[in-house]
């Protein structure tokens, strides 16, 4: 039954997306280590879901605040501040793993954030 629920939600899958993580890497030739962006995984298959925009108030003015989520299989982990590249729809862009991943049975979920920069 499990293998059926996953199989159908995987089903829904419409895009890709690159997983890229900020990581500590060393020069070989000069021993410095600098940090760099490392994809460590591509061409997952995924999807993109958009919520409700709701108005979110900071100070006076009102802002539209849109909620991003995407789904994925089971197996993969993304870390909390991971880039990723979702390619869905003939449309890309880059977001920003905002948290730790919600972990079903059938899929993990993760909520996203448009990704401005590394922090």
């Not at 490392?38 to 879901?49: A, F, G, I, K, Q």
């Not at 909390?80 to 729809?89: A, D, E, I």
Request: hydrophobic share 40%; proline share 4%; glycine share 8%.
């Amino acid at each position: 039954m499990l293998a059926g629920m996953r199989a159908a939600v995987e089903t829904l899958y419409s895009g890709r997306m690159d997983v890229v993580e900020y990581l500590p890497v060393e020069d070989e030739k000069t021993g410095i280590t600098a940090h760099q962006e490392v994809t460590v995984l591509e061409n997952v298959p995924c999807r993109l879901s958009y919520g409700k925009a709701a108005a979110a108030t900071g100070g006076n003015a009102a802002e539209n605040v849109q909620e991003i989520r995407v789904y994925f299989a089971p197996d993969i982990s993304i870390r909390p501040g991971s880039k990723l590249v979702v390619r869905q729809n003939g449309m890309e862009a880059a977001y920003k793993a905002s948290g730790v991943p919600r972990r079903y049975a059938s899929h993990n979920e993760v909520a996203l954030e448009y990704f401005e920069r590394w922090t």
